[in-house]
């Protein structure tokens, strides 16, 4: 019972943007009119139950809008406030407001602008008294194409395991501002209660920006870092659970 209410609880969290603090001062790289577009998809999608799993990162937004718009209206020293416009496949569009605060939270749409290889994007915390949370650091500062511009670029990748629950993270942001380019992560999720297992992988691409240059690269060749930290799916899983149709 207490590894089911632990899980019930790491969901949650993983679906909030409740961070400790870093001791870590971080300059903020956009400014007010700042916008970026991103285009969002669930890839895949395993699972006896429905879409998306109660208690779960994944929401509809991931896999039924045309696209996701952030644009900067504020910035209050390391806060940015967005308006978040929602263009939704069944035809609307729908509006809200996000804070996005570049030390400590969790959905790390955005960090530090000019952060070097080796430092730390988010600090570690206690997560609910039970699991500790690892501190992140920038693995590498590529330098990746586009049709406009070559940016350099900086890239973490990290896992996590919690009671079975395995999350896979891949995350670049653009060096200059600290935006984020390209979001990936994979999950194979372990039972809850009522809730079925499930697996999935959820992709954000940035499609298009008022920033000149500032658009997703071809990540053929980069995107291959997923390679070490890929899980194989048993077959019989593939077989047994019905797939989200993508």
Known sequence: MKKITLLTVFSVLLSSTAFLPMCQAVTVGVS??????????????VSDGPFPPPLSPLTLADNETNWIMYNVTGIVQDVINFTVTYNWKNGTTTYADMNENVTFSYVMLAIGANMNQGEMVRDTFLFF?????????????????????????????????????????????????????????????????????YVYTVKWELVDSSLNGLLVPDLTGPILLLATMSITLPIALLHRRKKLRI
């Not at 007010?32 to 999608?45: H, M």
């Not at 039970?130 to 900086?154: G, K």
């Not at 890239?155 to 629950?165: A, D, E, F, L, Q």
Request: a negative charge; glycine letters at 6%.
């Open 129 to 197: 008294g039970f699991y500790q949370w690892p501190a992140l650091y920038l693995n590498a500062s590529i330098m990746l194409v586009n049709p406009n511009a070559t940016r350099e670029t900086n890239v973490c990748n990290y896992s996590i395991n919690i009671y079975g629950s395995l999350y896979d993270y891949l995350l670049y942001w653009d060096k200059a501002t600290g935006m984020r380019v390209y979001y990936e992560n994979h999950g194979n999720v372990a039972q809850i209660e009522t809730q079925p297992a």
């Open 32 to 45: 007010v009119g700042d916008w970026f577009k991103y285009k969002v998809k669930v890839t895949e999608y």
